[in-house]
């Protein structure tokens, strides 16, 4: 008795598939013309020497002298900067997106979100100077409520930090609301069934399952102050040391004119920077959407 011997299935693609892979590519060559060559270019200026009538070489002296000095102090400063002001802006933006999410007013909801779109995205020289009419040395909440006096100066490293917070903030509300919306009602109610109060429900179920969502909004902020250049430059100046600030004042020549390459060093650090930030970042949010679907 014979018997028929079945042909092994071939599993086919869906024609999705390749047709997705497609529509990525025009996505895929614009970040390797915008974002790949100037990344090459910096590397290529922060490994070679600069000699008008000579030939470049290569040299790692622009990148030790880029953590060396005052250059170092500058990357030490942003990233304290911005490791601050990231957590003072995660602890903010939860607490006001839980009060909004948690809020029966469904126009409060979307009149706060709105205004965060707004908030995050709103920086450089005009927030700079709203800051300055309102809580600089002749501002008007400065001379009302007499801040000077009791040694308030929004042109140091606090101040600057409350600065980055009116758009650090906001950008948390928007990158956090999302998973507190995932949290399901049952958790809570089983939560207290079992006599778990409001603190131990947060400890021990919502706030690990927000663990990941609220690193990567850490993170995110994080990159986002770490980057921020024309808020700062607009009102403080040399006054506190920025990675940002010193690449600005390399490129300008006020420091030597062979100190280009040494700011392109400068900026390759902060490449690698934001490539560990991103690096945090991703994993961080798979893990989250697995979470909270």
Do not use: C
Request: charged residues 10%.
């Amino acid at each position: 008795m014979s018997t028929a011997v079945r042909a092994p299935r071939v599993r086919r693609r869906p024609q999705g598939a390749a047709a997705g892979r497609l529509a990525v590519l025009p996505l895929l060559l614009f970040v390797a013309v915008a974002f790949g060559l100037p990344t090459l270019a910096v590397a290529w200026g922060a490994f070679s020497t600069y000699n008008p009538g000579e030939p470049s070489r290569f040299t790692t002296g622009n990148l030790t002298a880029s953590l060396q000095g005052g250059y170092l102090q500058a990357l030490l400063g942003s990233v304290k900067l911005s490791a601050l002001s990231a957590l003072i802006g995660v602890v903010a933006g939860l607490l006001l997106a839980q009060a909004v999410v948690t809020s029966r007013f469904t126009l409060l909801r979307h009149a706060v979100l709105s205004a965060s779109g707004v908030l995050a995205n709103f920086g450089g020289v005009p927030l700079a100077f709203m800051f300055i009419t309102t809580l600089g040395n002749a501002g008007v909440l400065t001379q009302r409520l007499h801040l000077d006096r009791s040694g308030w100066s929004l042109y140091s490293f606090s101040g600057l930090t409350l600065v980055y917070l009116y758009f650090l903030v906001p950008l948390m509300v928007l990158s956090v609301v999302p998973a507190l919306d995932g949290l399901r009602r049952q958790w809570r109610e089983a939560a207290q069934n079992n006599g778990a109060t409001t603190w131990q429900y947060w400890r021990h179920v919502a706030l690990p399952v927000l663990a990941p969502s609220l690193l990567g909004g850490f993170v995110l902020l994080f990159g986002s102050a770490f980057a921020a250049y024309a808020t700062a430059a607009a009102m403080v100046g040399a006054t506190v040391p920025l990675i940002t600030l010193q690449i600005a004042v390399a490129l300008s020549g006020n420091v030597s004119a062979d100190a280009t390459n040494v700011a392109l060093a400068m900026s390759l650090d902060m490449v690698v920077v934001a490539a560990l930030v991103m690096a945090v970042y991703l994993p961080l949010q798979r893990r989250s959407a697995r979470w909270l679907v």
